[in-house]
């Protein structure tokens, strides 16, 4: 079954705490990171993935690849450009740092009705805006920010409606952002 909704995977990033080499491209049990994390949202029928160099991404053929309109300004600048992009109203986001995503969250969050502006898990009492789901209607608010050069995504959840859903994963938000979580996830997975 086809889920009529929009998913992405934030992958634009710098990378500079794990010495500049790209995370989703990092390997868990011989897969990439991104690999996971698309076989984890392939029910959606609108896959995009969030990118700086789209060279690098060109093997991925079954997503939608979109460069980010503004350079350096973190996953501010890739929920801005693909939600003006998205196919849908209502688009999941999924930083590609977090290669225990799984289907069971993807589905709590994909099937969670709601009307407010955003839907974003709290996990140990802790947000994560980087596994949430934002409306298209927000683009204009996410303007403004940049405008200001505020690129902080908490600051956009403080002027937009929210609904927060409690997720007891630990596991599956987990990001990966330096060379030691790298090798420590790794150890785990052996």
Request: aromatic content about 8%.
């Amino acid at each position: 079954m086809s889920i009529k909704k929009s998913a992405v995977i934030l992958s634009g990033g710098k990378n500079s705490r794990m010495g500049y080499e790209t995370k989703a491209f990092l390997k868990l049990n011989d897969r990439k990171f991104i690999d996971l994390i698309i076989e984890s949202l392939k029910d959606y029928d609108d896959i995009i993935v969030s990118c700086n160099k789209l060279e690098d991404y060109k093997y991925l053929k079954q997503v939608t690849l979109i460069e980010d309109e503004i350079k350096d300004i973190g996953p501010m600048g890739g929920i801005y450009s693909c939600l003006k992009k998205c196919n849908y109203n209502k688009c999941l986001f999924v930083a590609a740092d977090m290669p225990f995503i799984n289907k069971n969250v993807i589905d709590t969050l994909t099937y969670c009705e709601f009307n407010e502006d955003a839907l974003v898990p709290i996990v140990n009492g802790k947000i994560e805006p980087l596994v949430a789901v934002y409306d298209k209607k927000i683009v204009h608010i996410i303007e403004e920010l940049i405008d200001n050069n505020d690129f902080k995504i908490r600051n956009l959840l403080k002027l937009i409606n929210v609904k927060y859903i409690e997720i007891n994963d630990n596991k599956a938000f987990i990001n990966v952002n330096t060379k030691e979580e790298y090798e420590n996830i790794k150890k785990e997975e052996e």
